[in-house]
Protein backbone atom coordinates (compact mmCIF):
# COMPACT_ATOMS: atom_id res chain seq x y z
CA UNK A 1 0.00 0.00 0.00
CA UNK A 2 0.90 3.36 -0.73
CA UNK A 3 0.29 6.58 1.56
CA UNK A 4 0.08 9.84 0.21
CA UNK A 5 -0.20 12.99 2.09
CA UNK A 6 -1.38 16.14 0.50
CA UNK A 7 -0.71 19.61 1.20
CA UNK A 8 -1.02 23.30 -0.34
CA UNK A 9 -4.46 24.05 -0.90
CA UNK A 10 -6.03 27.35 0.23
CA UNK A 11 -8.08 30.16 -0.86
CA UNK A 12 -7.07 32.58 -3.78
CA UNK A 13 -8.65 35.01 -6.08
CA UNK A 14 -9.34 34.24 -9.57
CA UNK A 15 -6.04 34.89 -11.46
CA UNK A 16 -3.86 33.83 -8.87
CA UNK A 17 -1.62 30.82 -8.23
CA UNK A 18 -1.35 27.93 -5.81
CA UNK A 19 0.90 24.64 -5.50
CA UNK A 20 -0.45 21.34 -4.23
CA UNK A 21 2.03 18.63 -3.51
CA UNK A 22 1.46 14.93 -2.99
CA UNK A 23 4.55 12.83 -0.83
CA UNK A 24 4.56 9.16 -1.31
CA UNK A 25 5.54 6.72 1.40
CA UNK A 26 5.17 2.69 1.74
CA UNK A 27 5.58 0.60 -0.93
CA UNK A 28 7.39 1.89 -3.75
CA UNK A 29 6.87 0.39 -7.66
CA UNK A 30 9.20 1.00 -10.56
CA UNK A 31 6.18 1.24 -12.71
CA UNK A 32 3.75 3.50 -11.71
CA UNK A 33 0.95 6.41 -12.15
CA UNK A 34 0.77 9.78 -10.13
CA UNK A 35 -1.49 12.46 -10.64
CA UNK A 36 -4.13 14.50 -9.35
CA UNK A 37 -8.02 14.58 -9.59
CA UNK A 38 -10.41 16.91 -8.43
CA UNK A 39 -14.26 16.61 -6.76
CA UNK A 40 -16.59 19.99 -6.85
CA UNK A 41 -19.73 19.33 -5.01
CA UNK A 42 -22.28 17.92 -6.76
CA UNK A 43 -20.04 16.60 -9.41
CA UNK A 44 -17.96 13.48 -10.07
CA UNK A 45 -14.33 13.10 -9.14
CA UNK A 46 -12.13 13.68 -12.62
CA UNK A 47 -9.09 14.12 -13.90
CA UNK A 48 -6.64 17.10 -13.69
CA UNK A 49 -3.19 15.60 -14.50
CA UNK A 50 -0.85 12.70 -14.30
CA UNK A 51 2.25 11.64 -14.35
CA UNK A 52 3.93 8.46 -15.41
CA UNK A 53 7.15 6.90 -13.78
CA UNK A 54 8.41 7.40 -17.45
CA UNK A 55 8.19 11.05 -17.44
CA UNK A 56 4.61 11.22 -19.80
CA UNK A 57 2.09 13.39 -18.98
CA UNK A 58 -1.57 13.96 -19.62
CA UNK A 59 -4.17 16.75 -18.68
CA UNK A 60 -7.69 17.62 -18.73
CA UNK A 61 -8.38 19.92 -21.58
CA UNK A 62 -10.32 22.51 -19.01
CA UNK A 63 -6.31 22.82 -17.40
CA UNK A 64 -4.09 22.67 -20.46
CA UNK A 65 -2.01 25.62 -20.55
CA UNK A 66 -2.87 26.43 -16.68
CA UNK A 67 -1.36 23.82 -14.44
CA UNK A 68 1.58 22.12 -14.62
CA UNK A 69 2.57 18.61 -13.18
CA UNK A 70 5.78 17.45 -12.29
CA UNK A 71 7.91 15.35 -9.69
CA UNK A 72 10.82 15.43 -7.55
CA UNK A 73 11.77 11.49 -7.87
CA UNK A 74 14.33 11.84 -4.44
CA UNK A 75 11.51 13.23 -2.61
CA UNK A 76 8.44 10.38 -4.04
CA UNK A 77 6.66 13.91 -4.58
CA UNK A 78 4.43 15.02 -7.04
CA UNK A 79 3.50 18.84 -7.49
CA UNK A 80 0.82 20.41 -9.32
CA UNK A 81 1.60 24.33 -10.13
CA UNK A 82 -1.93 26.06 -11.11
CA UNK A 83 -1.66 29.59 -12.23
CA UNK A 84 -4.25 31.50 -13.47
CA UNK A 85 -7.25 29.82 -11.17
CA UNK A 86 -10.54 30.38 -12.26
CA UNK A 87 -13.77 30.31 -9.93
CA UNK A 88 -14.49 26.89 -11.92
CA UNK A 89 -11.28 25.38 -10.75
CA UNK A 90 -12.86 25.33 -6.99
CA UNK A 91 -12.67 21.78 -6.08
CA UNK A 92 -11.16 19.17 -3.31
CA UNK A 93 -7.95 18.11 -5.06
CA UNK A 94 -7.15 14.04 -4.74
CA UNK A 95 -3.80 12.94 -4.86
CA UNK A 96 -3.86 9.27 -7.04
CA UNK A 97 -1.12 6.96 -6.93
CA UNK A 98 -1.30 3.80 -9.45
CA UNK A 99 0.75 1.01 -10.84
CA UNK A 100 0.71 0.29 -14.44
CA UNK A 101 0.85 3.17 -17.74
CA UNK A 102 -1.47 5.97 -17.84
CA UNK A 103 -3.10 4.15 -20.87
CA UNK A 104 -3.88 1.68 -18.03
CA UNK A 105 -3.56 1.32 -14.22
CA UNK A 106 -4.47 -0.54 -11.64
CA UNK A 107 -3.87 -0.66 -7.78
CA UNK A 108 -4.97 2.46 -6.95
CA UNK A 109 -4.31 4.70 -3.43
CA UNK A 110 -5.38 8.09 -2.33
CA UNK A 111 -4.73 10.86 -0.37
CA UNK A 112 -6.94 12.48 1.91
CA UNK A 113 -7.97 15.96 -0.08
CA UNK A 114 -6.95 19.22 -0.11
CA UNK A 115 -9.58 21.79 -0.78
CA UNK A 116 -8.90 24.80 -3.29
CA UNK A 117 -11.39 27.81 -3.43
CA UNK A 118 -11.02 30.38 -5.60
CA UNK A 119 -13.01 33.66 -5.58
CA UNK A 120 -14.38 35.68 -7.85
Known amino acids: QVQLVESGGGLVQAGGSLRLSCAAS????????MGWYRQAPGKQRELVAR???????NYADSVKGRFTISRDNAKNTVYLQMNSLKPEDTAVYYC??????????????WGQGTQVTVSS
Open 26 to 33: GRTFSIYV
Open 51 to 57: ISSGGST
Open 96 to 109: NHARGYIGGTYDNS
